[in-house]
């Protein structure tokens, strides 16, 4: 199973659809805590090459992208074989 880091921020709609989708494909996920301006958000932007928007996902620390890059992967099926690598 791979590491899932996914940064979000409280009340973020496209946090919570993000990690409802993670959470219903059974996987385990690390789920950090970045509203503006902390250095958990500074850590998201420097490792997503700059992306300044929550949620922010990586999959053994590769960049997927936001929520709409992660929805778009499960509506191409796409998904299940991102993270199901090893």
């Known amino acids: 199973m791979p590491a899932i880091d996914i940064y979000t921020q409280p009340g ?3 946090c919570i659809r993000a990690v409802r989708l993670l959470t219903q494909k059974g ?3 690390n789920e950090i805590n970045a509203p503006h301006g902390t250095p958990e958000r500074a850590d998201s932007i420097r ?4 992306r300044t928007t929550v949620p922010q996902i990586f999959v053994d620390n ?3 992208g936001g929520c709409d890059d992660l929805m778009a992967l499960e509506w191409a099926g796409k998904l ?3 993270l199901a690598t090893d």
């Not at 490792?47 to 700059?50: A, F, N, V």
């Open 12 to 14: 973020c709609p496209y």
């Open 27 to 29: 996987v385990s996920f």
């Open 47 to 50: 490792r997503s090459g700059g």
């Open 62 to 64: 590769a960049p997927i």
């Open 80 to 82: 299940d074989a991102v």
